[in-house]
């Protein structure tokens, strides 16, 4: 059975978070590299739309995250925390997070992308142009660059899919150059 067919048994064919009926898509949360169950939701284009776009979100659309948020599935559990996490200032979201209990295990996954920090603790990557990094998000390289301990040269143009941020320092990112797991200074790439 694929992802899509046990997802939508799952949810009914309804929004996992919302309830909407309409326009459902599978959505891999990042930064998992893997679509599995418990990594993965069924959602409607409106709350897939704001959760990708931050500067979209219209905060009385996600008060059914009061039902929601208790869902047994990790997916919808960690994606109620990280929306929640995002609209704290709204007053009532801090209420709702008060209230809700995640796993440790659930906890760091929601955390992994950084939802959640202070915006004065949060480490913001950026590339050479200045755009913000996301995990998850796609960069090409902008030179040729050799990888330290070994003959390995990733070349200028070469797309690294579905990178990961460093935690510690905002000026590094990992991702997969061919079959090698490789750490990328943020100066030499270029969001796609």
Not at 71 to 84: G, I, T
Not at 155 to 176: C, S
Request: glycine fraction near 6%.
């Amino acid at each position: 059975m694929n992802i899509v067919r046990e997802l939508q048994k799952r949810c009914g064919d309804k929004c996992e978070l919302c309830g909407s009926n309409e326009s459902l898509l599978v959505y891999n949360i990042p930064p998992s590299k893997e679509e599995k169950l418990d990594n993965a939701l069924m959602v409607c284009k409106v709350c897939n739309d704001q959760i990708e776009n931050p500067e979209t979100t219209n905060a009385n659309h996600w008060r059914c995250l009061n039902d929601s948020m208790w869902s047994e599935h990790k997916a919808v559990q960690v994606v109620a925390w990280r929306m929640l996490s995002r609209l704290r200032n709204e007053g009532w979201p801090q209420d709702l997070l008060d209230m809700m209990y995640l796993e440790e295990d659930n906890l760091d996954f929601a955390k992994a992308t950084g939802e959640g920090e202070d915006d004065t603790d949060k480490l913001i990557h950026r590339d050479v142009n200045g755009v913000i990094l996301e995990a998850g998000d796609s960069v090409v390289l902008i030179k040729d660059l050799k990888v330290k301990g070994s003959s390995l040269v990733a070349k200028q143009g070469t797309a690294v899919r579905n990178i990961r941020l460093d935690r510690d320092n905002d000026k590094y990112i990992e991702g997969k150059v061919g079959p090698t797991q490789i750490v990328i200074i943020t100066e030499y790439v270029k969001k796609i």
